[in-house]
């Protein structure tokens, strides 16, 4: 019984010779050298096939596939479209089983090149490309040059469909082309084995690497000779595409790293450059505004060289955040603002990349701040964003979003951030051609998304720190789920543990680094981060007006707290404390109360006043139910003392945050405990709650407390409080005696 090949030989062998005689019929009066070329391959063939050893048949064929090829070639040369047709599946049947040589493989690469200059089966010969490129690896050189070439010129058929079929084709060969260098990137070496003569494989990826450069520049090529023309926007996304998959190719062979520094990067800079100088107000010309479809595609690029390749692009990489922060302004397109801040959200989702940044940057002397000037940018677009009045058109809220309201306005954005989950609407847009109309609600949520995601990434380093791991710690950092449920999850013994280490990061990636490095780059992480997150989080904090928000950003500041606390870092952390304190209790009653930030906290939070501050809070019982009724606490600080305050739904949740930051990191609060402890005492004052037979705390008597109001959520709620109040002081049995000794100092304070 024949085999499965032995059956597939014979159908192409059958196949093959029932095109040449069709060939030969169509082609003896008008075209007697194809007639003639036909029969010669037939005998050829018949020839091969008639030793009845198939187990050789194939290699028969490849050895005289010139001879075979010739007819299908001559044929398809007369462009009369039967014989095109039948010569192109001819030679397509024979590719198919790699019945292919070098001379054979120039011949097709011939008769290709005739048919695309004269516009025949423009589908049909791009297939027969890449069936040829990826069966055979004989097509080398000048030849897959011509080939390359060949796809490319389509690229700018009058036929749309011709368009995305080469373009299609185009990508599959570069992947091709360099998944043949890959391999010889990845093949181990002997000591003594030398790489003095370069690979065919290496150069020609090398070679097309360049060309690409040459054409995106308007220059012409050196090796796709030939290609007058190439798209911008289809320029790029080849590059990225290299860029992204064929990492080591890039670092590992030489010659490629040097394309990258000298030709793309400057590249990149330079097509950027509409894109920088373009301003929505006094634009003079219409050529002046950006183009999307470049932009976002110069955007994805920018992701791929600052993920990758940072480490060897640490200059460049300085220029282009610089560049994605520029796009934050608000004279740049929505659009603009809307990728800068999807790209940023890729950086802020990668704790190891944030590091990085710190290090090699904000840690430098005399070098730019990067990390602060981006967490800043962001803290500084949010307020702006939140305090514009002009809003895009009311859309119907969703059921996982998120709002925030500041003077009567407000903006509900369409999607609830999820930690470590990066949003790339707008840079996967791949098939849009125009600029799409973004309302600026979303990229408030993206920017929102990005320090929450710095927050966990701040957190990441420290608790990974070789300090962290000696104290036993964990700093209560952000759950891989975002948090929204875990802000009151500790343990036993009343720490917060960490919700591991985030996906994708290696959880060895800083064991071997010096503890005193790890040590100076958490610090340094959080004096370039704290007061531009500070100031976003208040001010987000007072605008908040749904309860998923609040406990999303209370459970960001429970964080930054606990890292600050873990460092040793006395101000920041008490900056943090205090925001949570002042959102807590009523309206303006902790101004007086509280102190006030440092000068280096009010610098950061300029912005914030300049926008207006605390006109957030001042219809916040409009905002929020007002859920209980009291009378401020008698104190000589308080010149509200005595007087009717109001508590709301949003300041129990708060209230509720500050205990599970108490009772979890109490290790780590020191003078903090102060503040803690004030804040409690005002607030159980106001709710009129009284101490129990138990130990605990209830709720007091109406007669006791005539002022006091309490609602029917308030009363759900303060049961909670009341337990969490109690279990507080227990859990202080798990403290060090440091933290014990700060605890008894504040409870003796006045």
Sequence with gaps: MASTSDLALKKLTESTLADLRTLSNDCKRKFPFVKEASEIAMTKIRTITGKKQPSTTV??????????????????????????????????????????????????????????????????????????????????????????????????????????????????????????????????????????????????????????????????????????????????????????????VIKNLAGFMSVVKEQVCPLVIKLFSPCIKYKQINSSTPSERPNFPVTMRLLRLVCVLVDRYHPLLVTECE????????????????????????????????????????????????????????????????????????????????????????????????????????????????????????????????????????????????NDSPSAKQTGGGSGGVQP????????????????????????????????????????LNRQLIDSSWCGLLAAFSFLLDASSDEANTELILKADQTLASVCGTLGLTSPRDAFVTAMCKASLPAHYGLALLPRNNGQTDRSSGQLERNGGNNAIEDINVRHQVVAMGTAMPSLSNPASGANVTLTAKNLQCMEGLLSLAHCHGNILASSWHLVLTTLQHLVWILGLKPS??????????????????????????????????????????????????????????
């Excluded at 012409?220 to 992204?244: C, D, N, R, Y």
Aim: net charge negative; charged share 20%; with cysteine.
């Design 319 to 462: 220029i282009f955040l610089a560049i994605v922060l520029k796009f934050l302004d608000f004279d740049k397109p929505a659009w603009q603002r809307a990728v800068a801040l999807e790209v940023l959200h890729k950086v802020s989702v990668r704790p190891g990349l944030i590091a990085a940044f710190c290090a090699s940057y904000d840690m430098k002397p005399h070098s730019t701040k990067v990390f602060q000037d981006m967490v800043n940018g962001l803290g500084t677009f949010i307020q702006l964003s939140v305090s514009t009045t002009t809003v895009a058109p009311v859309t119907p809220v969703q059921v996982n979003s998120c709002s925030f309201v500041y003077k009567g306005v407000s903006h509900v954005v369409p999607f609830q951030p999820i930690a470590g989950v990066c949003r790339a609407t707008y840079l996967d847009k791949l098939d849009c051609h125009e600029s799409p109309n973004i309302a600026e609600v979303y990229n408030l949520g993206t920017a929102f998304a990005c320090i929450l995601d710095i927050v966990r990434a701040i957190a990441w380093s420290v």
């Design 59 to 248: 290699q028969e064929l490849t050895q005289h596939s010139l001879t075979i090829m010739t007819p299908f070639s001559l044929g398809a040369e007369t462009k009369v479209h039967k014989n095109v047709l039948l010569s192109l599946a001819g030679i397509q049947r024979l590719l198919s089983h790699n019945c292919v040589d070098v001379d054979s493989g120039t011949l097709i690469i011939k008769t290709l090149w005739i048919l695309m200059e004269s516009n025949l089966e423009e589908l049909k010969l791009l297939q027969t490309i890449l069936v040829l490129l990826t069966t055979s690896k004989k097509i080398r050189g000048e030849q897959l040059a011509k080939a390359i070439v060949i796809c490319f010129r389509l690229n700018f058929s009058s036929e749309q469909i011709v368009c995305n079929t080469a373009s299609a084709t185009v990508r599959q060969i570069v992947t091709l082309v360099f998944d043949r260098a890959e391999s010889v990137a990845d093949k181990p070496r002997r000591g003594y084995e030398t790489t003095d003569v370069p690979d065919p494989d290496v150069t020609e990826a090398l070679a097309f690497f360049y060309d690409l450069c040459h054409l995106l520049n308007g220059d012409a090529p050196v090796w796709l000779a030939g290609v007058t023309q190439m798209t911008k926007s289809f320029g790029i996304e080849l590059i990225e595409l290299i860029l992204h998959n064929y990492s080591s």
């Design 693 to 750: 037979s138990g130990g605990g705390l209830r709720v007091g008597n109406p007669a006791d407390s005539p002022n006091t109001v309490i609602t029917a959520v308030a009363a759900v709620e303060l049961p909670v409080l009341s337990s969490m109040l109690s279990r507080l002081f227990e859990s202080s049995q798990y403290m060090n005696d440091v933290a014990l000794h700060h605890l008894i100092d504040a409870l003796c304070s006045p």
């Design 481 to 520: 789920d975002g948090g929204a449920e875990g802000v009151h999850k500790c343990g036993a013994d009343g720490v917060e543990h960490p919700g591991g280490v985030p996906e994708g990061v290696p959880s060895d990636e800083t064991s071997t680094t010096n503890k005193d490095t790890s040590d100076r």
